[in-house]
Nanobody, 125 residues
Framework: VQLVESGGGPVQAGRSLKLSCAAS????????MAWFRQAPGKEREGVAA????????HYADSVKGRFTISQDNANRSVYLQMNSLKSEDTATYYC????????????????????WGQGTQVTVS
């Protein structure tokens, strides 16, 4: 299984950016997907999660109303639309796949993530 993120880069505060994650080799349709991020000097945290079963979404409080996670089940891709970006959103963003407790129901239990992407840097200035 390989998760490949794209779409990161530098962006001005208040602008938008859309991250993409393409999953290959992921044959189980019940696997949920999520986005995590890690800012310099901080622990990695869950940002947004989406259920493969009903499309239900969950967000960290810090991004609610600004970020939107979506998925394309046919292509096994997941996206993160980030609007009204703030400097505190600067981080490396990771795509993840795993069971609902890790990637689907908002608990963001990182120890249960089955697969991680390599990360894409987002810098907001």
């Amino acid at each position: 299984v390989q998760l490949v993120e794209s779409g990161g880069g530098p962006v001005q505060a208040g602008r938008s950016l859309k991250l993409s994650c393409a999953a290959s080799g992921l044959t189980c349709s019940a696997v949920d997907m999520a986005w995590f991020r890690q800012a310099p000097g901080k622990e990695r945290e869950g940002v947004a999660a989406i259920s493969s079963r009903d499309g239900g979404t969950h967000y960290a409080d810090s991004v609610k109303g600004r970020f939107t996670i979506s998925q394309d089940n046919a292509n096994r891709s997941v996206y993160l639309q980030m609007n009204s970006l703030k400097s505190e959103d600067t981080a490396t963003y990771y795509c993840a796949a795993g069971p609902s407790t890790a990637c689907g129901d908002g608990r963001f239990l990182q120890g249960l993530v089955a697969f991680w992407g390599q990360g894409t840097q987002v810098t907001v200035s």
